[in-house]
């Protein structure tokens, strides 16, 4: 049973606009989140994460919004550049657990010029 | 500055054949852990360790195995590769008690023959 699902494998935009990418949760034990981004041939790179005390966390042009009643979570991409061209992975972990975290399975954005 | 290290990068094995792959870090974190990456599954956990000579089962730990004998080194061994088993291994380490992040390695590319 996948707990942290991505339902989305690609997503494009243009360059400039906003970009969206979603994820969902189903154990109400999670409560802090990170998104990673990973460009092919490396590993994945931590870009921003939120604890379930918050609503919203913002880092320049990257922000997390998270709604846990509807145990849902968005990365929005604020203007995308060609650069943010990667596949965006969403993460999940229970505090005062294991400290792991689990994966979803990725979503793939593509940046058009 | 601190790093994480995977080698070899690329490795061709045969079925049947012990393959290890080493994990090196910098970090001085007392976590590390185990993934492999395959198409449509995203990233699952394989091993992780909060400490020398502590290890747990991940997800996805059948015909896997880790010694950890110190704190910069979890090893990854194949006891008997697979077909199943080719595939993106990334290493990662976080610092107990202070963050959920993870800091991952570039990535070991295994293929089995």
């Known amino acids: 049973d996948q707990q942290v699902k991505q339902n989305s494998p690609s997503l494009s935009v243009q360059e400039g606009r906003i970009s969206i990418l979603n994820c969902d949760y189903t154990?109400?034990?999670?409560?802090?989140f990170l998104w990673y981004k990973k460009y092919p041939a490396e590993g994945p790179t931590f870009l921003i994460s939120?604890?379930?005390?918050?609503d919203k966390n913002e880092d320049g042009r990257f922000t997390v919004f998270l709604n846990k009643s509807a145990k849902h979570l968005s990365l929005h991409i604020v203007p995308s550049q060609p650069g943010d061209s990667a596949v965006y992975f969403c993460a999940a972990s229970a505090q005062g657990g294991s400290e792991k975290l689990v994966f979803g399975k990725g979503t793939k954005l593509t940046v058009n010029p | 500055d601190a790093e994480i290290t995977q080698s070899p990068r690329h490795k061709i094995t045969e079925t049947g054949r012990q393959v290890t792959l080493a994990c090196h870090q910098t970090?001085?974190?007392?976590?590390m852990f185990w993934y492999r990456q395959d198409l449509g599954h995203g990233l699952r956990l394989i091993h992780y360790?909060?400490?020398?000579?502590?290890?747990n089962k991940g997800e996805v730990s059948d015909g896997y195995s880790v010694s950890r004998s110190n704190t910069e080194d979890l090893p990854l061994t194949l006891e008997s590769a697979a077909s199943s088993q080719t595939s993106v291994y990334f290493c990662?380490?976080?610092?107990?008690?202070?963050?959920?992040?993870?800091?991952f390695g570039p990535g070991t590319r295994l293929t089995v023959t």
């Open positions: 970090w001085n974190h007392n976590n």
């Open positions: 360790s909060y400490g020398v000579q502590d290890t």
């Open positions: 990662a380490s976080s610092d107990p008690g202070t963050s959920y992040e993870q800091y």
């Open positions: 154990n109400s034990m999670f409560d802090y």
């Open positions: 939120i604890s379930s005390i918050k």
